[in-house]
């Protein structure tokens, strides 16, 4: 028996100055600018490795973030070029440019393999390291495009890798160690959010969920309930397990980097309530963004972080 469409309903239909929308300017949509936060994991290295008032690992990292910027947007654009079809039938990705028709494949790919060959050249121009870890990111995520994400585990997994790349690639782009402790962290933190979108996803999709994407058929509410449970403790842990291990407070020379654990507690909560009570959690990056006490929690945190690793501050 064939499956039922999406509700016809919920699919807004483009408005007249949305289907003139200019063609740059609906490439730029479909790099999804907004989701560039994501990228900030790139500045821990700096942060961390206590570079971040020496001015040529900052401009190193500031280039870093933009070539991520430019890489995570050509992942968008193959994701949104295999995904078309099924994204006319959710209803919120029918909106975007190419499966509303608004931006031709054609057009999206030659656009996405010309910026592909800049980035990843401009990331070797800055060193060899950097770009084989930015040529990693865009190959695993290319397969993630193609095969991966119909895989059920593996697609979550494959995102939180990703994100570990991004982080070990601001460690090597200004060639500092950067802890395991923090990878297990990244990772972890990437794994929870990824989770809580695919929960999302089968919650707003309800009975359809499977029509859309094939993966969501593997999961369920109370499935990823049970895996974000295991990994909101595990990276909680994690956290604070490296704050006071003895090689972090050797590096330092502190161990009040324990007393930040309250935020980092405080953000997933906050998170989790977005994702239960408000059926939140679709976008990461724009509920960073859009809720006022997360974004709060999270700037708290990193000032938190600099103040404890920098102190005494230096005198300008």
Known sequence: MARDPLPQLAVRDASPAEQARPLAL?????????QWTKNLIVFAGLIFGRELFDPVSVLRSIGAFLIFCALSGIVYLLNDIADRDADRRHPLKAQRPIASGELSPRTAAAFGSVLAVGSLGAAYWLGVGFGVVASAYVGLLALYSA??????????????VGFVLRAVAGA????????????VCTILLALFLALSK????????????????RILEEY????????????TASTLMAYAFYTISPETVEKFGTD?????????????FRYLYLVHQKEGGGSPAEMLVNDR????CV????AAIVVIIYRPLPMW
Do not use: C, N
Not at 147 to 160: C, E, G, N, Q, S
């Open 26 to 34: 609906s490439l730029l949509v479909s790099l999804r600018p907004a």
């Open 256 to 268: 009040l980097l324990g007393l930040t654990v309250p935020f980092p507690l405080y953000g997933i």
């Open 172 to 183: 090597v782009v200004i060639h500092v160690p950067f802890s395991h402790w923090l990878l």
């Open 220 to 231: 369920s509410p109370y499935l990823l309930d049970q895996m974000v449970s295991v990994v």
């Open 299 to 302: 700037a708290l945190w990193a």
């Open 147 to 160: 095969f991966l994400k119909h895989v059920v585990i593996i697609d979550v997994l494959t995102i939180a």
């Open 293 to 296: 006490p997360l974004l709060v």
């Open 198 to 213: 695919r929960r999302h996803e089968i919650v707003l999709l309800a009975d359809h969920a499977r029509g859309h994407r």
